[in-house]
């Protein structure tokens, strides 16, 4: 809910979410911005995505509906009022509190930033990460994952994706067109080896370190050494020694 508050985003929000999202955002003085305007922002590709949005960019991916999709944040805002189109389109659907046994998660339950590491750790070694908004942790996923060997992380254009979304809604494209257009914004956003954009002097403007932490990954065109080849050199090295 506060991400949402902050954010100004309301797409598929009642009139009374609406109005409680507001006023949480009128609540917190150090939140800036008041008056956001959420239709302008989302079509901007600024908001976090829907879960109805989600299930259609999942679908039209080609995502099997038979994959586990675990949930990486806390309460969905609209509970399973809003998650029922998605849990329809991927009913194996999980998040930690489905995992675990209360006991297993109640030593971790008062501390929001416990709680969003054991998210973390299933982001990082999940076979496939889809983050739909672009908060800090989403960030540092997608360059742990790059770290870790170029994981598949499909990092969403959300300006397109609310573009494709309301023509399929609207009935001006067919769902073979939507699939198909969908697939080509995101041919080359896979997680895939990149250059990190660096603008002198202008840190705001250009892409976050962390996302991309270049100068520390293997190049894709080095080799790859596993830890078992690692071990094998050092046991020779030691072998040739006097």
Known sequence: MDMIAFSGCNEGCNEEEIDELTKMRYAYPWWKE?????????????CPLTPEETALTLKALGIDRNIQVYI???DIYGGE?????????YPNLVKKETLLPPSDLDPFRNHSNQMAALDYYVAVESDIFVPTNGGNMAKVVEGHRRYLGFKKTILLDRKAIVDLVDLYRAGSISWEEFSSEMKEA???RMGNPIKRLVIPGKPKEEDYFYTNPEECLKKFDE?????DDDQQQEQQEDDAKP
Do not use: C, F, M, Y
């Open 186 to 188: 995101h041919a080359d």
């Open 34 to 46: 008041k008056v956001i305007d959420s239709v302008k922002k989302r079509l901007a590709g600024l």
């Open 223 to 227: 080799p790859q050494v596993s830890n």
């Open 81 to 89: 009022r809003r998650l029922a189109t998605l849990r329809e389109a």
């Open 72 to 74: 990486a944040a806390g």
